[in-house]
């Protein structure tokens, strides 16, 4: 069986990559259709992002994301990987992504009642 990496790097569209920083995270999340992690993080920019993600651990704590359908837990089980990154594709435009967690204004609320109550 061949080496996962090598059948990967061959593949027009996997793109496997060093560590990055946080910007470009985010410029990469701006340009994928899906991401792949194992990381708690990621899985959250990519729902601010709006971009479904296979979650490769037994487990997320992130459990909003999967109940909104953007998010699938997987593993590393190369069968509910493949499903689940070939329902993210071919479904992508189905995904909602409403502002489950709040609506990005929450440092300018708390200025505000700080300003108005001090």
């Known amino acids: 069986m061949p080496e996962i990496k090598s059948v ?3 593949h027009s569209l996997i ?3 060093e560590p990055v920083s946080y ?3 985010l410029a990469l999340l701006q340009e994928c259709k899906l991401v792949m992690t ?3 993080g990621l899985q959250k920019e990519a ?3 709006q971009k479904p993600c296979v ?3 037994t487990e997320t704590e992130w459990l909003e994301i999967v109940e909104q359908g953007a998010g699938r837990v997987t593993n590393i089980d190369s069968v509910k990987v493949a499903e689940a990154a070939d329902y993210f594709i071919r479904h992508a435009d189905e995904i909602q992504y409403p502002p489950i967690f709040g609506d990005g ?3 300018e609320k708390i200025c505000a009642t700080l300003l108005a109550n001090y």
């Open 8 to 10: 990967l790097d061959k």
């Open 15 to 17: 793109h496997l990559i």
């Open 23 to 25: 910007l470009e995270i």
């Open 38 to 40: 194992d990381s708690g």
């Open 47 to 49: 729902y601010f992002m």
């Open 55 to 57: 979650i490769l651990r």
């Open 105 to 107: 204004h929450a440092a």
